[in-house]
C-alpha cells in the first residue's frame, strides 16, 4: 500500500569469526566523512625490579580493534548510548563520574 511504511524482518546472527572484548577506554577520531573509534584495555606491568625499588609501575595499553563508522552512524550510535546510558540508570540508578584525571599522568607510558 502507498504511503505505509513496513519493516523488514531482520535476522541476527553472529559471525564465524565474533569474539568479545572487555575494554577500559576508548580514543576518538574524526574527518569529514568518517569517525573512527579505537577500543583499548589498560593494564599494569609489574616488574620483580619495580617491586623491589617500590617503584611506581608502568601501564601498557594495548589496542584490540577499531571501528570505522560514517558521521551518520555515529550519531546513531551516539543516541542509541545516551537511550541505553537513561535506561540504566533507571533501573540501577545514577553512573558515577568518574573523578580526577581520566588517564595516567604521561610518565606512566614511559
Known amino acids: 500500500m502507498p504511503g505505509l511504511s513496513r519493516r523488514a524482518r531482520v535476522r541476527v546472527r553472529t559471525s564465524e569469526g565474533f569474539r568479545q572484548y572487555y575494554v577500559s577506554g576508548s580514543m576518538i577520531g574524526h574527518s569529514p566523512t568518517e569517525f573512527r573509534i579505537l577500543f583499548f584495555r589498560d593494564s599494569t606491568e609489574i616488574s620483580e625490579g619495580s617491586i623491589e625499588a617500590l617503584s611506581q609501575p608502568s601501564v601498557l595499553r594495548e589496542v584490540l580493534f577499531e571501528v570505522v563508522m560514517s558521521p ?16 540504566y540508570e533507571r533501573v540501577f540508578g545514577k553512573i558515577p563520574a568518574p573523578g580526577g584525571e581520566r588517564r595516567p599522568p604521561e610518565a606512566m607510558y614511559t
Open 72 to 87: 551518520v552512524q555515529a550519531k546513531l550510535l551516539a543516541e542509541q548510548l545516551s537511550r541505553n546510558v537513561e535506561q
